[in-house]
Structure formats: structure tokens, C-alpha cells
């Protein structure tokens, strides 16, 4: 995120105390000590629930990026038919979770051959959507039937997607934008993450048997050995030098979303301690409109706008679907929520740096169509399965966990602990390569800014 992302959600946290100030019937100074503590106990509770899972989710990341090559994915996916559909919800299930990441590496993709719904379908929703460490966070979040119809929906969304591209996209429209993602496209890959490198602009270089090497940032430059190309995942998972990548990978990946995630978690608590239950109650007004289809078609759209506008991607969207969930956004309005990350202000600035201003448009409204339709399809499916098993496939919003202020020794005070060490664990190994130089890999973090590195 760039400055005027960070601007734009400094003003709209502070619209939302505007807001409840104004509408609120308390004394102002209550108000607010009550809606800063509320606001606080929030924040703390979802970090202090979510820790563990998200050190364990980048570790798992951190393992796969490193020790799982990545080659020839292009070549696999030329094709829009479930064959390609499913290697590319793999690869982008086994790949990065950092949204800005994902349409960079779909770009790639698509500008080598991949088809769209391959490329910018499959791979890029997957590698945000539907990866694990995101999993963890909803299971914990909003339980395990969010889990399920996170990825049960993301698989239709994805299904409908291709099936826009193939069949209501004119063909020259999908090669103008592929055109244009590669017209005077001097880039090389980084041999370490993928990303596209300009060789004019970047100081990162290696020669190696003559071959001069391009990386994106200092991190991948030295966390890469040519040597270990063709190194088995086994005697990866063994090695320490292996380890050593997965910390510098999973370094990498806290680098790109650390800022979404902790956004996620202030303005959700923010949005829980300063607006009133008034406020959500008279948006997400469970009788408007009195047809449950018109209700929840409306709420799904209302989701999805509320996940462009709130300028937050991937991991750090759940927090506030949670919030969005216990004030009265049902089922399938917070699922359409969640899978709008891609179409927030930023990535959808940067469809049109990539594929031009039509495709571009095209792309977005594609997202926003197939994130409301899956978002009302997943929800009557689930309700009619709870009805027709009496299995609740519909929590209960106050099963939400938002409130778990109260820190015990418990199983969750011991995960917690063991990802401290963890986390210190793999830090250490990502700051001690290279010869033990202390640091040398944590000085070029990738950047959101720029087509090299879009992180």
C-alpha cells in the first residue's frame, strides 16, 4: 500500500467516529474512553486468536515457495478447459498470498501464453483467496463453514470467470490486453520469486558461469543458489540451507501483507468501537425488502462494494468480515466481501497500467459480477443444505470470535508462545545468511509500487 491508500483509510476510520459520534445517545466523552477501549479490546483479541495460524500459514508458504519449483507453469495453462482450470488453482493455491503479488505473477502468465481464465481467473484468485494461511484465519475468525464455502465458492467463482472470458469476451479483446502486457516489455524474470525486473533500473545482479542474473529485490539476490536448482525437496526439508530459504521466503511474505493485516485487525476494532449497532442494523436490515433471493442478492452486493472501498486485500480482510459478519451482513454478503479483494482501487490502478484501460474494466466488473452471484449462490446452497441435514452450515454471527480478550493459559496461550519462537526461529535463520552477516537478506523488501515489483 502507498501513501494515499493509508490517507485514504485514515479518513474513513475517521469518518466512522464521525458517524458514531453523531448518531450515538451517550455523552460524547463516554463515547469515545468507551469506544477507544472497545476498539483496543478488539484489535488485541483478533491478533492474540489469529498469531499462531498466521506464523504457521507463512511458514507453510515460506516451505512451498521455496522448496516446490515453480517452472513452465505457463506451459500448463494455455488452455481455459478444467485441466487448466485446476493446475492453475493449485499453482496459485501453493503460491504467494499477497494480492499485489498475485496479479503480477497472473500478468506474467498470461502475457507468456496462459489463457485468462487460467492466468487471471484460477492462479491469480487462488493465490489469494484460497491459500492456507487465509484458511486459518477464517477458520478462526468465522469457523470452519466459512473455511468450506470460502474455497467451495472461490471453485465457482473461478468456474465462472473462464467462463465469461470464453464466452462473452470477444477474442481480440483478450489479445489487445495480452499485447499490451507485453508491448515494450524489456523484463527478465527474477530467478528467485519470478517477478518481473527491469535490467536497466535494478542494482541486484549475480553473474554465474557468465550468465548475468536479475533479482527483484537484495532479499531474493541472496537468498538464491544456482547450485540447488535441481535439489530434491527431501534433501531441502534437510538441509539447513533449505531452511534457510523457507525463512527468507516466508520473510518475504510477511513483508508484503504485514501492513494488510494489521490494517485489517485497527479498522475492524475501530469500526467495532466507534460505530453504534444502530448504524449496522438500519444497513444490513435483515426485512428490507421482505424477498430473501432481492435481500441477499442486494447484501452481496453491498458486500462487494464494501470490499473495494475499504482498500484492504487478502488476509487482511478477514478481521473486518468478521466484524461485518457479527453487525448483520449475512452469510453470502460477507463471502462476496471477502472475495472483492481483487478489485480494490490500487490493483484495479494497476489492471490498467498492465492490460490497458477496456480489459481493464472488463477484468473488474467481471470480479465484481462473479463475487456477488457466487456470494448468493454459496449462501442458499448452504442454507439449503442446514435445513435438509440440521447441520448448522450457517453460524450463528455471535459464534463470530471478536471478544476472546481474556488471555489464560490455555492450549491457545501454548500455540501462541510456540509461534513466538518459531517466528524468532526463522527470523534469525533469514538474518544470519550469507555467511552469518547479520541481516544482509532483509534490506530489499519488495514494494507495492512498480511493475518489477509488485508486491
Same mark, same amino acid.
Given at each position: 500500500?502507498?501513501?494515499?491508500?493509508?490517507?485514504?483509510?485514515?479518513?474513513?476510520?475517521?469518518?466512522?467516529?464521525?458517524?458514531?459520534?453523531?448518531?450515538?445517545?451517550?455523552?460524547?466523552?463516554?463515547? =469515545?474512553?468507551?469506544?477507544?477501549?472497545?476498539?483496543?479490546? *478488539?484489535?488485541?483479541?483478533?491478533?492474540?486468536?489469529?498469531?499462531?495460524?498466521?506464523?504457521?500459514?507463512?511458514?507453510? @508458504?515460506?516451505?512451498?515457495?521455496?522448496?516446490?519449483?515453480?517452472?513452465?507453469?505457463?506451459?500448463?495453462?494455455?488452455?481455459?478447459?478444467?485441466?487448466?482450470?485446476?493446475?492453475? $488453482?493449485?499453482?496459485?493455491?501453493?503460491?504467494?498470498?499477497?494480492?499485489?503479488?498475485?496479479?503480477?505473477?497472473?500478468?506474467? =502468465?498470461?502475457?507468456?501464453?496462459?489463457?485468462?481464465?487460467?492466468?487471471?481467473?484460477?492462479?491469480?484468485?487462488?493465490? $489469494?483467496?484460497?491459500?492456507?494461511?487465509?484458511?486459518?484465519?477464517?477458520?478462526?475468525?468465522?469457523?470452519?463453514?466459512?473455511?468450506?464455502?470460502?474455497?467451495?465458492?472461490?471453485?465457482?467463482?473461478? /468456474?465462472?470467470?473462464?467462463?465469461?472470458?470464453?464466452?462473452?469476451?470477444?477474442?481480440?479483446?483478450?489479445?489487445?490486453?495480452?499485447?499490451?502486457?507485453?508491448?515494450?516489455?524489456?523484463?527478465?524474470?527474477?530467478?528467485?520469486? #519470478?517477478?518481473?525486473?527491469?535490467?536497466?533500473?535494478?542494482?541486484? $545482479?549475480?553473474?554465474?558461469? %557468465?550468465?548475468?542474473?536479475?533479482?527483484?529485490?537484495?532479499?531474493?539476490?541472496?537468498?538464491?543458489?544456482?547450485?540447488?536448482?535441481?535439489? &530434491?525437496?527431501?534433501?531441502?526439508?534437510?538441509?539447513?540451507?533449505?531452511?534457510?530459504?523457507?525463512?527468507?521466503?516466508?520473510?518475504?511474505?510477511?513483508?508484503?501483507?504485514?501492513?494488510?493485516?494489521?490494517?485489517?485487525?485497527?479498522?475492524?476494532?475501530?469500526?467495532?468501537?466507534?460505530?453504534?449497532?444502530?448504524?449496522?442494523?438500519?444497513?444490513?436490515?435483515?426485512?428490507?425488502?421482505?424477498?430473501?433471493?432481492?435481500?441477499?442478492?442486494?447484501?452481496? &452486493?453491498?458486500? @462487494?462494494?464494501?470490499?473495494?472501498? +475499504?482498500?484492504?486485500?487478502?488476509? #487482511?480482510?478477514?478481521?473486518?468480515?468478521?466484524?461485518?459478519?457479527?453487525?448483520?451482513?449475512?452469510?453470502?454478503?460477507?463471502?462476496?466481501?471477502?472475495?472483492?479483494?481483487?478489485?480494490?482501487?490500487?490493483?484495479?490502478?494497476?489492471?490498467?497500467?498492465?492490460?490497458?484501460?477496456?480489459?481493464?474494466?472488463?477484468?473488474?466488473?467481471?470480479?465484481?459480477?462473479?463475487?456477488?452471484? *457466487? #456470494? /448468493?449462490?454459496?449462501?442458499? =446452497?448452504?442454507?439449503?443444505?442446514?435445513?435438509? *441435514?440440521? /447441520? $448448522?452450515?450457517?453460524?450463528?454471527?455471535?459464534?463470530?470470535?471478536? +471478544?476472546?480478550?481474556?488471555?489464560? =493459559?490455555?492450549?491457545?496461550?501454548?500455540?501462541?508462545?510456540?509461534?513466538?519462537?518459531?517466528?524468532?526461529?526463522?527470523?534469525?535463520?533469514?538474518? +544470519?545468511?550469507?555467511?552469518?552477516?547479520?541481516?544482509?537478506? %532483509?534490506?530489499?523488501?519488495?514494494?507495492?509500487?512498480?511493475? &518489477?515489483?509488485?508486491?
Amino acid at each position: 500500500m502507498n501513501t494515499r491508500d493509508y490517507l485514504i483509510l485514515a479518513c474513513l476510520a475517521g469518518l466512522a467516529v464521525v458517524v458514531g459520534a453523531v448518531t450515538t445517545t451517550k455523552p460524547l466523552g463516554v463515547f =469515545l474512553i468507551e469506544g477507544a477501549r472497545e476498539a483496543a479490546e *478488539t484489535t488485541v483479541s483478533m491478533v492474540w486468536i489469529t498469531w499462531w495460524a498466521l506464523v504457521l500459514g507463512f511458514a507453510i @508458504a515460506g516451505g512451498v515457495e521455496a522448496w516446490v519449483s515453480s517452472d513452465d507453469i505457463a506451459d500448463h495453462l494455455s488452455e481455459a478447459g478444467p485441466r487448466e482450470l485446476a493446475l492453475g $488453482t493449485f499453482f496459485g493455491f501453493v503460491s504467494s498470498s499477497c494480492s499485489y503479488s498475485a496479479i503480477a505473477t497472473a500478468k506474467n =502468465l498470461y502475457k507468456k501464453g496462459a489463457s485468462a481464465g487460467a492466468a487471471l481467473g484460477a492462479f491469480m484468485f487462488a493465490s $489469494t483467496n484460497l491459500v492456507i494461511e487465509i484458511g486459518f484465519v477464517i477458520w478462526l475468525l468465522l469457523g470452519w463453514q466459512f473455511v468450506l464455502a470460502d474455497f467451495l465458492g472461490g471453485l465457482v467463482l473461478i /468456474v465462472l470467470m473462464a467462463a465469461v472470458f470464453r464466452y462473452a469476451v470477444p477474442d481480440d479483446v483478450l489479445e489487445t490486453a495480452r499485447k499490451h502486457a507485453s508491448a515494450d516489455d524489456d523484463t527478465v524474470q527474477c530467478p528467485n520469486c #519470478g517477478m518481473d525486473v527491469d535490467p536497466e533500473e535494478t542494482d541486484y $545482479t549475480r553473474e554465474v558461469d %557468465g550468465t548475468t542474473y536479475y533479482f527483484c529485490s537484495a532479499s531474493c539476490m541472496e537468498s538464491w543458489d544456482p547450485e540447488e536448482a535441481n535439489t &530434491t525437496i527431501r534433501e531441502k526439508a534437510t538441509s539447513l540451507a533449505g531452511w534457510r530459504d523457507l525463512a527468507d521466503k516466508q520473510y518475504k511474505e510477511w513483508g508484503m501483507l504485514y501492513d494488510e493485516i494489521a490494517l485489517g485487525f485497527v479498522f475492524a476494532g475501530i469500526l467495532a468501537g466507534f460505530v453504534p449497532q444502530s448504524l449496522w442494523t438500519a444497513v444490513f436490515d435483515t426485512n428490507f425488502l421482505g424477498v430473501p433471493l432481492v435481500y441477499v442478492l442486494a447484501m452481496a &452486493t453491498v458486500g @462487494a462494494v464494501i470490499g473495494v472501498v +475499504t482498500f484492504v486485500c487478502s488476509v #487482511g480482510n478477514v478481521p473486518f468480515g468478521a466484524l461485518l459478519y457479527t453487525e448483520g451482513l449475512p452469510f453470502g454478503g460477507v463471502l462476496s466481501y471477502i472475495y472483492a479483494d481483487l478489485i480494490i482501487p490500487p490493483i484495479m490502478e494497476a489492471y490498467r497500467e498492465y492490460y490497458g484501460g477496456t480489459f481493464a474494466a472488463v477484468l473488474s466488473a467481471t470480479i465484481f459480477g462473479c463475487a456477488v452471484v *457466487t #456470494g /448468493v449462490l454459496v449462501h442458499f =446452497l448452504f442454507v439449503g443444505l442446514h435445513a435438509a *441435514t440440521g /447441520v $448448522t452450515f450457517v453460524p450463528d454471527p455471535a459464534t463470530a470470535r471478536l +471478544t476472546e480478550i481474556h488471555i489464560e =493459559l490455555n492450549y491457545k496461550a501454548v500455540l501462541n508462545a510456540l509461534a513466538v519462537v518459531a517466528f524468532l526461529a526463522l527470523y534469525w535463520l533469514h538474518a +544470519t545468511g550469507e555467511d552469518g552477516d547479520g541481516g544482509g537478506h %532483509g534490506h530489499g523488501g519488495h514494494q507495492h509500487d512498480g511493475e &518489477t515489483a509488485e508486491h
